[in-house]
């Protein structure tokens, strides 16, 4: 069984910062592509910064210079360092990983079932 545990959001104002971290577990043979997503209320999910599994990384115009991708492959773990945090900014972030697990046939995405960011004003 394979897995993607989110964890870090909470409920804070505007102006602060949350780390939000993605572990990956289970028979995984290899990890190529990791990414954050996020869906507001009424909305539909979008892509918030991506991280190759060479480092590469890649940002929504929305969050660039706030937000920071960032991954720890020996740990299978990607992290979303989020800073000057705004109202708009209030999501369900879901962690998105691609994987190659033990006995299968090729690369498939996975999702985590998301930590919820909450920003007031």
């Known amino acids: 069984q394979v897995q993607l545990v989110e964890s870090g959001g909470g409920l804070l104002q505007a102006g602060g910062s949350l780390r939000l971290s993605c572990a990956a577990s289970g028979s995984i043979f290899s990890i190529n592509a990791m990414a954050w997503y996020r869906q507001a209320p009424g909305k539909q999910r979008e892509l918030v910064a991506t991280i190759t599994s060479d480092g590469s990384t890649n940002y929504a115009d929305s969050v660039k210079g706030r937000f920071t991708i960032s991954r720890d492959n020996a740990k299978k773990t990607v992290y979303l360092q989020t800073n000057s945090l705004k109202p708009e900014d209030t999501a369900v972030y879901y962690c998105?990983?691609?994987?190659?697990?033990?006995?299968?046939?090729?690369?498939?995405?996975?999702w985590g079932q998301g930590t919820s960011v909450t920003v007031s004003s």
């Open positions: 998105n990983a691609v994987m190659l697990i033990y006995r299968s046939s090729g690369y498939k995405a996975y």
